[in-house]
């Protein structure tokens, strides 16, 4: 029997969309899927309502910028965000590519080499026995190491101090090096929700190997 893939994320779908956002995600996200052509590759996982792409986009315009998210609602809010009244892609945003499924689809079957990838407030799991939900385990994070071009950087963003050290934790045991910055806050729904109730986010990057 095949084993069952550990799922590292929650819901697929919240409260009802409305008429406009079933549209948009009937018929515009089919055409901003990422392709096999994307170039100058910025990535990011699990972008929530979007903020943070978007200002990807906006900072850099020359870049493809791809976010995943399997929760329909934040994807449908993004599409809602980056179109006009006639449901076009506005022009600031034409860099955006969706893909609205797991992540590790892409990672693992595409040939896609990124600049940068980004993973800001991750569901923690916080409990015990959902630990092995956590997204950051050391595995996945040398499948991302191998998806970096070089120079490339992995950004990891969380308010949740526990997961962070965590984390930290996890990827020395693995050999893994990173740096902890001193980044500016960067501000999401979920920043601003700050379900841990800590003082302010911390950072990790990781950077390529260099061979």
């Known amino acids: 029997m095949e084993k069952q893939e550990i799922r590292t994320f929650g819901r697929r779908h919240g409260k009802k969309l409305s008429a406009r956002k079933l549209w948009l995600i009937e018929n515009v996200l089919p055409n901003i899927l990422p392709t096999s052509k994307e170039k100058n590759l910025i990535l990011e996982i699990g972008f929530g309502a979007g903020e943070h792409l978007r200002t990807l986009a906006l900072e850099h315009p020359n870049k ?7 929760f329909v609602n934040g994807v449908a809010a993004l599409l809602s965000a980056i179109t006009d009244e006639r449901n076009g892609i506005l022009p600031q945003y034409k860099n955006i590519r969706i893909w609205p499924d797991d992540v590790r689809q892409i990672l693992i079957d595409s040939q896609y080499l990124f600049e940068e990838i980004w993973i800001l407030h991750p569901d923690p799991w916080p409990k015990a026995r959902h630990e092995k939900r956590r997204l950051l385990q050391p595995d996945f994070i040398k499948l991302l190491l191998n998806r970096l071009a070089p120079s490339g950087q992995i950004i990891i963003g969380t308010d949740h101090w526990g997961y962070f ?38 950072y990790l990057i990781f950077e390529k190997p260099q061979i």
């Open 64 to 70: 493809t910028i791809i976010g995943a998210e399997p």
């Open 165 to 202: 050290d965590w984390i930290k934790e996890k990827a020395t045991k693995s050999g893994l090096t990173f740096s902890e910055p001193d980044l500016h806050t960067i501000q999401t729904r979920y920043q601003r929700k700050n379900m841990a109730e800590t003082n302010h986010p911390k």
